[in-house]
């Protein structure tokens, strides 16, 4: 079992950044991809970003984003800490949703791919 949890979400105007930050408990956190999501009202969760093993350490791990995120989100994870932490900059009203960390070795960017999942933090981003 591993246990998630998020942190770090609030309300921010537009052009503003947040970091989230996901700590993980539980056996073998090493061993899974860690990912974003995140749901707005009315909508289906939607993949954000994900970290995967580079084939020599987590912390060179190969990191993939949702269009939508490229060049404003950035993913990284600290295995000594067992956290995972989303960057989020030039944040746009449609940014707004609840976002929640997933741990998992399945299809990296499907919400089916991860077994494990936090209760999400909400991020509000005003015009």
């Known amino acids: 079992q591993v246990q998630l949890e998020e942190s770090g979400g609030g309300l921010v105007q537009a052009g503003a950044s947040l970091r989230l930050s996901c700590a993980a408990s539980?056996?073998?956190?090493?061993?899974?991809?860690m990912g974003w999501f995140r749901q707005a009202p009315g909508k289906e969760r939607a993949f954000v970003a994900a970290?995967?093993?580079?084939?020599?350490?987590?912390?060179?791990?190969?990191?993939t984003y949702a269009n939508s995120v490229k060049g404003r989100f950035t993913i990284s994870r600290d295995n000594a800490k067992n956290t995972v932490y989303l960057q989020m900059n030039s944040l746009k009203p449609e940014d707004t949703a609840v976002y929640y960390c997933?741990?998992?070795?399945?299809?990296?960017?499907?919400?089916?791919?991860?077994?494990?999942w936090g209760q999400g933090t909400q991020v509000t981003v005003s015009s």
């Open positions: 997933a741990a998992g070795s399945g299809s990296e960017n499907q919400p089916l791919g991860y077994a494990y």
């Open positions: 539980g056996r073998t956190f090493n061993n899974y991809r």
């Open positions: 970290i995967n093993w580079s084939g020599g350490s987590w912390s060179g791990g190969i990191t």
